[in-house]
Nanobody
Framework: QVQLVESGGGLVQAGGSLRLSCAAS????????MGWYRQAPGKQREFVAV???????HYADSVKGRFTISRNFANNTVYLQMNNLTTDDTAVYYC??????????WGQGTQVTVSS
């Protein structure tokens, strides 16, 4: 089993920045990919960014150039640096881990609210 705990969400004005963190514990040797997903009210959960064991990364078109995913292997933490936030970025952000994107393990989610 893998446990994922997110932190770092909050309220920010448009144009501002936030950094989300996701701490992984448990059977982390089984994780090849860790990513971030988000779900806005009334919408389906959508992919935001993923980082693979070899540090390759992929981003949704909507966040390219604004968001950066990174991984600290020493403390098993994945980060999502979010810059130039817009109101469209308002959502609950979920950390995910598994053998690939949309893996088996999910965190509890952290709310990000961007005000205009």
């Amino acid at each position: 089993q893998v446990q994922l705990v997110e932190s770092g969400g909050g309220l920010v004005q448009a144009g501002g920045s936030l950094r989300l963190s996701c701490a992984a514990s448990g059977s982390i040797f089984s994780i090849n990919a860790m990513g971030w997903y988000r779900q806005a009210p009334g919408k389906q959960r959508e992919f935001v960014a993923v980082i693979f064991r070899g540090s390759n990364t992929h981003y949704a078109d909507s966040v390219k150039g604004r968001f950066t995913i990174s991984r600290n292997f020493a403390n098993n933490t994945v980060y999502l640096q979010m810059n130039n936030l817009t109101t469209d970025d308002t959502a609950v952000y979920y950390c995910n881990g598994g053998s690939g994107p949309f893996g088996d393990y999910w965190g509890q989610g952290t709310q990000v609210t961007v005000s205009s």
